[in-house]
């Protein structure tokens, strides 16, 4: 077994056994009627188990900024550059995006195979740090893409993406 594979599984064994001392939220909701919600909560995680690797590309705003290269009028130096980046980018959060599809195929198992709940709260942990592993990534990257283009390009990419992530993150209402 691979160390990171063997780790997953010792914190998948552990980390249930201290939560199960712990007591869980009552309310009596099934979880079941939760599985087919699509919803993302304030956390950015699904209800019923964990963001998909697809919808977290969505946040990576270095790609973005190069789907917009003709709208920012970026040089050739700077679209280079900024592939450069962005494939950097993918090798560095390859690893916690390839955990996070592992740990949403062992959530969506069934019958005999089927998580008890203590793994799926085990689960849910793990992909909240590697959820939060890739957002640190993509922070340090888009500093590093943005750096590379002149002070016009960067006044607009920044309006661009500001308004990206609010479309990503659209309003509640009542909160």
Known sequence: MSARRLSLVAVLLVVPT???????RGGGSSRSSE?????LDTAGVRKSG????RDLQKENMVAFVLDK???LKLSDDEVNALKAINDHL???VSAPMN???????RLRRSGDFAPSEGDRTAAR???TQRIAEVHSQYD?????ALSKLTEEHQKVANDLIEARRKELTPDKPGL
């Not at 201290?18 to 869980?24: F, G, K």
């Open 18 to 24: 201290i939560l199960s001392a712990q007591r869980t």
């Open 35 to 39: 599985r087919g919600k699509m919803d």
């Open 50 to 53: 964990i963001l998909s690797t």
């Open 69 to 71: 290269k003709k709208d």
């Open 90 to 92: 993918k090798d560095t």
């Open 99 to 105: 955990s996070l599809d592992s740990i949403a195929n």
């Open 125 to 127: 942990l793990i992909a």
């Open 140 to 144: 340090a990257f888009l500093k590093e």
